[in-house]
């Protein structure tokens, strides 16, 4: 009786494990970031898709603070059923690493890679007032006065500032660095002529780009964006090989069950693939890619060691 009572637990057990196949309850998406930024830009659309594809609740949960730091921290240390997963940009994934002295965690031994979701670049923006109309006349100006021009950007070691002083080693010039607290104070101070220059999201600066409020002289991809189609890439445009933006990925505690991955990832590459999710994405200038697992951490890899000398190039750290 015994023997037969064991039986009967086990298949109960089976059958309810094949009953309820993961996900069967919602799905927390960790952006570490605070809401309404490029975060969720991608992780809202991405969330509503991924819930039709698997069945299932995904809700985005934001946790920003330090560099997104905080929201990584959360997510590493959560339990690797698969349930809580995180959104995470080149900031965390590639320049952290080397911006922050004692960072808690590593972006590719404490977490299993999904996919890579998409990527979208910064347009080179100066006010109306700086009298040049291409990247060559702006380098040119550079350097007629060098430490004179200022720039924008959302914080010491942040992808826009990066962008830059990247920009800086590769033309040759010298700008001055300020740093603001967010996108869209950084942008004020452009329209306003306290900075003359600055790296820029087409999502936070598209109405400004359409008014002709600031001028766009190039694109930081290494393709043309679909956005702003007549712009040209600032490796076509004078600085050969230059390549910066923002991407974005997900990822899973370590130890994360292998079939667990997989769902999310084939999830991911169909959400991907959805027509409402692919207009959204384009309205801010976001390409959708989704990668394998195997493909993102080869990426992640290849970024850091090129951020890596960026960031000590430039001399940022934050403590």
Do not use: C
């Not at 959104?87 to 690493?97: F, P, V, Y």
């Not at 306003?192 to 190039?218: C, H, P, W």
């Not at 027509?275 to 993102?296: M, N």
Request: net charge positive; no cysteine; aromatic share 6%.
């Amino acid at each position: 009786m015994k023997r037969l009572l064991s039986l009967l637990a086990v298949l109960t057990l089976s059958v309810s494990t094949m009953a309820a196949p993961y996900p069967d309850k919602p799905v927390r998406i960790v952006v570490p970031y605070s809401p309404g930024g490029g975060g969720d830009v991608v992780g809202r659309p991405l969330s509503q898709e991924l819930g039709k594809q698997l069945g299932a609740s995904f809700f985005i949960d934001n946790r920003g603070g330090a560099g997104g730091n905080i929201g990584m921290e959360y997510v590493a240390q959560s339990p690797a059923d698969g349930y809580s997963v995180v959104l995470a940009l080149t900031s965390q994934l590639a320049i952290n690493q080397a911006l922050y002295p004692k960072l808690r965690y590593d972006a590719i031994n404490d977490f299993v890679p999904i996919t890579l979701l998409g990527s979208a670049p910064y347009f080179l923006a100066v006010n109306a007032s700086v009298p040049v109309k291409n990247l060559a006349e702006f380098i040119k100006l550079a350097k007629s006065k060098p430490g004179a021009m200022s720039y924008a950007s959302t914080g010491n070691g942040s992808g826009l500032h990066l962008s830059m002083e990247l920009l800086k080693s590769m033309a040759g010039i010298d700008l001055m660095h300020v740093p603001y607290k967010g996108g869209g104070v950084a942008l004020t101070a452009l329209l306003a002529d306290n900075v003359q220059a600055m790296f820029v999201s087409y999502g936070t600066g598209k109405e400004q780009i359409k008014a002709g409020k600031i001028r766009v002289l190039a694109v930081s991809s290494s393709q043309r964006s679909p956005a702003l189609p007549d712009v040209p890439t600032i490796s076509e445009a004078g600085v050969p090989g230059y390549e910066s933006g923002v991407w974005y990925a997900l990822l899973a505690p370590r130890s994360t069950p292998s079939d667990v991955v997989k769902r999310l990832h084939d999830g991911s590459v169909a959400a991907l693939q959805s027509k409402d999710l692919r207009e959204r994405f384009a309205t801010d200038g976001v390409r959708p890619i989704g990668s394998t697992p195997q493909e993102l951490t080869k990426y992640i890899q290849s970024e850091r060691v090129k951020w890596a000398d960026v960031v000590k190039r430039s001399g940022a750290t934050v403590e």
